[in-house]
């Protein structure tokens, strides 16, 4: 058999067209054409070859089943056409015909439901798995006429339908689940059909003939409660309830149950039709339904699903609402003037009249789809959608035809626009600018009708609408603030290459709010809550990334504009913004507003503009600035703050915060710069002298490591007759017998303590020092001609002798005067003469005695034995030449060698080396020629020094032992090599 294929048949169907395109003029936005206008429904007719004339069809899943009036079935997978499947049921046709066919979402399951053709015979439901070919009678239904199925959503069972709902020609409503059976040995498929179980749960006609016409229920997710809708003729009803269904009994009978002591909740309508259609629109495969329809002679009902209703809630469709069939543009369609059937899409309904189908639109109720029928292909009978595949099927007695759905909801914005319903209007128009814009526009232009200025403006500014149309429009009505809403929104829209627009905008806002600041100032209310509003509105703005680089770009415009208001607090906020802290230190001190300046610096850390402005600081508020200094800016250059400090001599609380500032760098932060130094030198020097020597004695007596100008410090002391100061400084520079002069001028202790200074380190030095001591005691004697306390300066010094100070005494004193000094002086040199005689005497008798030890060495030997052994190889000493040490322990002379080299310091290793190159020359001309007795002796000297570094000492007894106690056993460049041995 043929494959199918489509053939477009677009000729005969009309469509309404598109939207009007956007105004260019009212939006400012060009309307492009991306795309070519594709109609929303196209219709193609699947050309297959067909045996006879079609009664039925379904899909579901890319599985299409008709049903042809020669009572045979033919199956097909829409995915591969090629293969379809004869299914022949004439054998269960008895005295019956098919009414129906009933195919579940996945297209696994097929019900076949035939009806009575004859009186006396019973109506029956076949049973048609996908995987089978052979239908199978379902015993239980035998008698119902199945007229709805509401299949089990949840269910992807391949040989069970899981628990379903089916209604009959009579109102009644059976839960069942039909499969085929498992070989219970093998667990296969036995081929053998089963109804698991059947129960009727409820009677919607209470006895009375009642067709149900559709049937459906959906579990909400996450939650145990379900929800049943029902049709029949005239009513719609919807069974609301939980249940904990499992396997031993009904799901879903529970739900019905309580409405056994309740009345249903139903929606009635008036139609004479025989029939009515119930269809949902599913966003997508296996979720809950979005939206409902009901086809009645009425009209056709729709509505949306709402799930989340509350729990006691019984009713589920929210925005009911009716439409009214159509008439048709072409009185030539009239032939019949109620659909036969409908298919619902998310935006769309198409009416499937006997000669025509029809497009409706669900939002606004438009016609917007026409199609005309070929009556060659005979009379239309159905129109079906694939509930997963979402593909459009209609068919006649001979031809099946496939609608295609291209972008419904292209035109859907502008639906939701003429019902004000704008949120929804922009999720469909997302991807066109042109669309968006009218959207904004329109809702723009409905809160300013409603006088929601400032929300007008705010969409306003999203749109393209002339600039100086909306702008003019607030201007016109005073609305200040929606214009300066409308200008910051416009801001945020604009590109950064914009910058002429840009400084307009943020030039015209600023003005905006300059002149509210000074309405406000006028009418006193600058300290009101609508002040500080403003105010931090105006912070909010000047912080805006998109406003900050223009604010610094027009700085001087800026500048201007506000000072022509003569807002001085916006100003000074100004230049903050801009971080013009210059400025704004200036105008605060201009103000005598010291602290706040100094905290503007502080917070901000200036350090260049904090030695600009330190001496007005310092001298305003020495104690805080110098505070902040110390506790805040540590990292200060003290040398940049010198022409500040100088200043700060007006007053003693300055001097004394100077004082304190200087002391903290020399004692803290030791800084050794000489200005820093000098200038606490020369406050010492003027308001506290005691400091100044504390000062100089902290400095100490090397001149290389003061820090300060010692001639400077010298001439500073002299000037403020700081004696002390000046013995001090002029021993630092070498003067000292003006140190001792200056030092006799407070007294005899100081000239002592400074003439004890010099070093006694070299005979000049000494000569100085006695000097010192001889200007000191000339004048002991001569102020006091004191011979007793000339006695007793004497003793102090080493230096001075009695006949030294002879000199200075008057010529009218007698010996006597110094009989007791000249005597203990006598004493002193006669025992003197006494210690050298003894030290004379100790040193001979030590000669003597180092004269008999060498004596006593020369004489003394030591015993080798025959089995006496190397301390070093254990092997026999007498083997080779050997060292033998006073302390007992031998060594032969190349172990020696070998153990005491890595010993021995380098200069030695390297002598050693070439003694043993020279007396290897000695020995190779030996070996070679005669020698003379020269040559022995100076091989001999060569092995003499040889021994002298070899065996200058014991190897285990000597100080070469004691020193390689630190050394470690394995060396450094050898501990990689020993490791891996180890290992």
Not at 188 to 214: A, L, M, N, R
Not at 749 to 777: E, F, H, Q, V, Y
Request: include cysteine.
């Amino acid at each position: 058999m043929a494959s199918m294929y489509y053939q477009s048949s677009q000729p005969i169907q009309r469509s309404k067209s598109g939207l009007p395109r956007p105004d260019m003029n009212k939006t400012g936005v060009i309307y492009m054409k991306l795309e070519e206008d594709v109609p929303i429904f196209s219709k193609y007719k699947v050309k297959y070859p067909l045996n006879d004339k079609i009664s039925h069809l379904v899909v579901s899943s890319d599985i299409l089943v008709l049903a042809l009036v020669n009572n045979s079935l033919l199956r097909i997978d829409l995915r591969h056409p090629e293969a379809p499947e004869d299914i022949d049921i004439n054998k269960h046709l008895n005295q019956t015909k098919i009414s129906a066919l009933f195919l579940d979402p996945l297209g696994n399951h097929l019900l076949i439901s035939l009806s009575p053709d004859l009186v006396g015979a019973q109506a029956e439901l076949l049973y048609l798995p996908k995987k089978s070919t052979r239908a199978k009678q379902l015993s239980k239904f035998k008698g119902h006429v199945i007229t709805a199925v509401a299949w089990n959503f949840g269910n992807d069972l391949e040989n069970s339908t899981g628990r379903i709902l089916l209604g009959t020609s009579k109102g009644l409503i059976i839960e069942s689940e039909i499969g085929m059976e498992n070989d219970r040995i093998f667990g296969t498929s036995s081929g053998q059909y089963f109804e698991q179980y059947w129960k009727q749960v409820f009677d919607i006609g209470k006895g009375s003939d009642t067709p149900i016409t559709g049937i459906e229920f959906h579990h909400v997710p996450r939650t145990d409660r379900y929800f049943i809708i029902v049709t029949t003729l005239t009513q719609l009803y919807q069974f609301i309830g939980e249940s904990v269904g499992s396997d031993d009994r009904q799901l879903l009978q529970p739900i019905f149950s309580k409405y056994l002591s309740k009345p249903e909740m139903y929606l009635a309508m008036i139609s004479s039709l025989t029939y009515s259609k119930l269809q949902f629109y599913y966003p997508s495969p296996r979720s809950l339904p979005k939206n409902i329809a009901w086809l009645t002679g009425s009209g056709l009902f729709i509505g949306k699903i709402d799930a989340s209703a509350p729990g006691g809630s019984d009713n589920f469709i929210v925005q009911q609402d009716m439409i009214q069939f159509p008439k048709t543009s072409d009185p030539s369609l009239e032939t019949s003037t109620m659909p036969l059937s409908f298919i619902l899409t998310e935006f769309h309904a198409l009416l499937l009249y006997s000669d025509h189908v029809k497009g409706l639109c669900t939002l606004n109720k438009e016609l917007i789809f026409e199609d005309l029928h070929n009556e060659t292909y005979g009379q239309l009978i159905n129109i079906t959608k694939d509930p997963v595949r979402n593909t459009v099927w209609a068919y006649s007695e001979k031809a099946v035809f496939k609608y295609k759905v291209a972008k419904e909801d292209r035109n859907v914005w502008q639906v939701y626009v003429e019902n004000g319903m704008f949120d929804l209007a922009k999720q469909y128009c997302q991807d066109n600018p042109a669309h968006m814009d009218q959207v904004l526009i329109k809702q723009a232009e409905k809160y300013f009708e409603e006088k929601q200025y400032q929300e007008s403006a705010i969409h306003y500014a999203k749109s393209h609408c002339s600039f100086e149309e909306i702008s003019l429009k607030f201007l016109q009505i005073g609305q200040v603030e929606a214009l300066k809403t409308f200008l910051i929104k416009k801001l945020e829209t604009l590109r950064d290459v914009d910058k002429t627009q840009i400084t307009m905008i943020v030039v015209w806002v600023t003005e905006l709010f300059l002149k509210q600041f000074s309405e406000l100032t006028i009418q006193e209310k600058t300290g009101s809550i609508e002040y500080e509003r403003l105010q931090k509105e105006f912070e909010a703005f000047l912080t805006k990334e998109e406003v900050a680089g223009s604010v610094r770009d027009n700085q001087d415009t800026l500048y201007k504009l506000i000072a022509s208001h003569g807002n001085k607090e916006n100003m000074i906020q100004f230049a903050m913004f801009n971080k013009d802290y210059e400025k704004v230190v200036c105008h605060l001190i201009h103000k005598n507003n010291y602290h706040e300046a100094l905290d503007i610096l502080k917070r901000e850390n200036k350090k260049e503009l904090f030695y600009q402005f330190a001496p007005t600081l310092m001298q305003a508020i020495p104690k805080l600035t110098f505070q902040v200094i110390i506790n805040h800016w540590g990292g200060l250059e003290p040398s940049k703050l010198i022409p500040a400090l100088i200043k700060c001599d007006q007053n003693d609380m300055q001097v004394l915060e100077v004082i304190n500032y200087l002391e903290y760098c020399v004692y803290s932060l030791r800084t050794q710069e000489q200005a820093i130094h000098n200038y606490l030198l020369t406050l010492y020097a003027r308001r506290n002298s005691p400091k100044l020597m504390s000062y100089l004695t902290t400095q100490g007596q090397d001149a290389r490591l003061v820090c300060y100008d010692i001639h400077y410090a010298l001439k500073l002391c002299r000037e403020h007759n700081l004696t002390e100061a000046c013995v001090q400084l002029s021993t630092l520079v070498g003067m000292w017998e003006a140190a001792v002069d200056l030092a006799l001028q407070v007294g005899p202790d100081l000239a002592k303590r400074t003439a004890s200074l010099p070093p006694p380190s070299s005979g000049s030095d000494t000569d100085l020092r006695k000097r010192l001591w001889l200007k000191i005691a000339e004048h002991v004697v001569k102020e006091k001609d004191d011979i007793k306390e000339a006695m007793e300066f004497i003793q102090q010094c080493d230096l001075i002798k009695i006949e030294d100070i002879l000199p200075f005494f008057s010529n009218f004193v007698t010996i006597d005067h110094f009989k007791d000094a000249i005597c203990t002086s006598l004493q002193e040199y006669n025992q003197h003469i006494q210690d050298l005689k003894e030290e004379m005497e100790e040193a001979t008798k030590s000669a003597e005695i180092i004269r008999q030890d060498i004596q006593s060495f020369r004489n003394r030997h030591t015993v080798v034995k025959a089995h006496d052994l190397c301390c070093v190889c254990d092997c026999r000493l007498l083997a080779r030449a050997f060292y033998v040490f006073p302390c007992g322990h031998r060594f032969h002379s190349d172990c020696l060698l070998h153990q005491v080299h890595p010993l021995l310091p380098t200069g030695k290793r390297n002598r050693l080396h070439d003694l043993q190159k020279q007396l290897g020359s000695f020995s190779l001309r030996e070996d070679n020629e005669s020698v003379g007795s020269s040559s022995y002796t100076a091989r001999e000297q060569i092995k003499g020094d040889i021994d002298n570094i070899v065996a200058s000492e014991c190897l285990f007894c000597g100080e070469m032992m004691i020193r390689s106690i630190d050394q470690p056993f394995i060396e450094d460049e050898d501990f990689d090599r020993v490791f891996k041995e180890w290992l």
